[in-house]
């Protein structure tokens, strides 16, 4: 099984796609928008991007970041407008989604959900039994999303 795991975010979003039968790294990158550019067509950048995404893996299901806490009201909308473009691209390849907030991620790697990115990072690389993980917390976030969708019960549904 194919998943896409998906750290939403404006500047960037982090994605990777992960072989969960195998817990093995097929590919990872990010999407990242310039401040430069006007919210819309930052958004409509990460759709596009998100779309050729989709249609060159081909991933089976979706593990995504969700919302439901944040500490800098000043970001929340936005993150919010890009995951909803995000799932936008999703539905529209008829993609099952399961999402998961960080502390569930870290719960489920880590068995602390309030671990720091340090830990998380150290149990994604013990996970896939490699030293190597992409330089960017958002791609590594995104491989930990979809981890925690192999360990989790939602992907017992399937």
């Known amino acids: 099984m194919k998943i896409l ?8 979003v982090g994605y990777s796609i992960l072989d969960g039968d195998n817990l093995k790294l097929l590919h990872s990158g990010s999407i990242q928008t310039s401040k430069d550019k ?14 050729e995404i989709v249609e060159r893996y081909k991933p089976d299901v979706c593990a ?11 970001t929340v909308m936005p993150v919010a407008h890009a995951r909803g473009v995000i799932l936008t691209v999703l539905e529209k390849f008829q993609i099952p989604i399961y999402e998961y907030t960080p502390i569930e991620v870290k719960q489920v790697l880590t068995g602390y959900g309030r671990s720091d990115k340090k830990e998380v990072e150290r149990m994604v690389k013990l996970a896939l039994n490699t030293d190597n993980l992409p330089k960017l917390d958002d ?17 017992l549904i399937l």
């Open 64 to 74: 995504i970041e969700k919302l439901f806490f944040f500490r800098n009201r000043t």
């Open 38 to 51: 006007s919210e819309s067509a930052r958004l409509l950048e990460i759709f596009e991007d998100m779309y």
């Open 5 to 12: 795991g998906i750290d939403p975010g404006l500047g960037i």
């Open 139 to 155: 791609t590594v976030d995104s491989i930990a999303i979809a981890i925690c969708h192999t360990r989790s019960f939602s992907n």
